[in-house]
């Protein structure tokens, strides 16, 4: 079977409701069990069907208690014996009920489909129960004991052997220019005095001379 996506838009929630198949339509028509009733049979939900007795919860009527008499799928109501309401021209007619509205005091168990919705949805709720109940895994002896020696002796803290640092060469220092003596000085005096030799002048060029003879 499909599972039906779930929608958010209201419009789209009430088309999938009245569009709804009959098999989806049965799970719609789920009613709450009395407080006695989920003690004996071990449920909270179930769908009503014709033959349970039921109490009317909320609306005009609520307090009423009867067996139900008819089923409508087509209009998701149920119809409860003794439940009638006078027309204007005299005629009576069976009040309609939303099955979210009634809550189901005696569970009819004649049919062997039901019977087995009942045990099915009893030993689902069974392994439920028990997986909450359960209590956590104990850890194995074996951790508890390493755990007692651990507590009684410290343990010793390791230290890391420390790298040794990199030693890094050292650049040479500039080395500082040599005083000059004094006839190293007056050497140099001498050549900044005398003056620089001039360039020779370019050669002229002769065509220019003889005007282009």
């Avoid at 838009?9 to 409701?17: A, F, G, I, L, T």
């Avoid at 004996?40 to 014709?50: N, Q, S, Y």
């Amino acid at each position: 079977m499909q599972a039906a996506k779930p929608v958010t838009n209201p419009s789209k929630q009430r088309k999938m409701v009245f569009r709804a198949p009959d098999h989806r339509r049965q799970k719609l028509f789920a009613s709450p069990l009395s407080p006695e009733q989920k003690a004996a049979h071990g449920i909270r939900t179930i769908p009503v069907r014709k033959g349970d007795t039921v109490r009317i919860m909320r609306g005009d009527h609520k307090g009423f208690e009867g067996k139900i008499s008819r089923v409508d799928r087509a209009k998701y109501r149920v119809y409860v014996e003794g439940l009638t309401r006078e027309k204007v021209d005299g005629t009576t007619i069976s009040v309609p009920i939303h099955p979210s509205k009634v809550q189901i005091t005696n569970l009819v168990l004649d049919d062997k489909w039901r019977k087995q919705i009942v045990e099915r949805r009893q030993i689902a709720r069974r392994e439920m129960e028990a997986v909450a109940e359960k209590p956590a895994r104990k850890p194995p002896k074996k951790l508890e004991v390493e755990k007692e020696v651990a507590e009684e002796k410290p343990v010793a803290i390791e230290e890391k052997p420390k790298k040794p640092r990199k030693r890094v060469a050292k650049k040479p220092a500039k080395r500082q220019p040599k005083e000059k003596t004094a006839e190293e000085a007056e050497k140099a005096e001498v050549e900044e005095e005398k003056p620089k030799p001039r360039k020779p002048r370019t050669k002229r060029n002769i065509a220019k001379k003889t005007g282009g003879e």
